[in-house]
């Protein structure tokens, strides 16, 4: 397997919110779903190879699964990893 495709297995999506894309315009910070698995130096070499920026630090936290009611039947919503990337000033990532 290429290391261009254990980057993509890495960076699950991005996650895009009303908070997160204020955050890319005022912080120039990005948010993205990310492998259970990940670690910070991982992510920062990821983005700077898919994206050929320069990652100044990264922030992971892991959400906790939370309880939901479907049909009446108690379950409950997956656990999963978010990575928070401040990019160096004035490099920003190309949306298509």
């Given at each position: 397997m290429s290391k261009i495709n254990q980057f993509y297995e890495l960076l699950r999506r991005p996650h895009v919110t009303e908070k997160s894309t204020v955050l890319q315009s005022l912080r120039n910070q990005h948010s993205f779903r990310v492998a259970p698995t990940a670690n910070k130096s991982e992510i920062k070499k990821a983005i700077e190879a898919l994206f050929s920026v320069k990652v100044?630090?990264?922030?992971?936290?892991?959400?906790?699964?939370?309880?939901?009611?479907?049909?009446?039947?108690?379950?409950?919503?997956?656990?999963?990893?978010?990575?928070?990337?401040?990019?160096?000033?004035?490099?920003?990532?190309?949306?298509?």
């Open positions: 100044v630090k990264v922030n992971i936290l892991n959400t906790p699964s939370k309880s939901r009611r479907a049909f009446g039947r108690p379950g409950e919503t997956r656990a999963w990893k978010k990575a928070i990337v401040t990019l160096r000033k004035g490099d920003s990532l190309e949306t298509v």
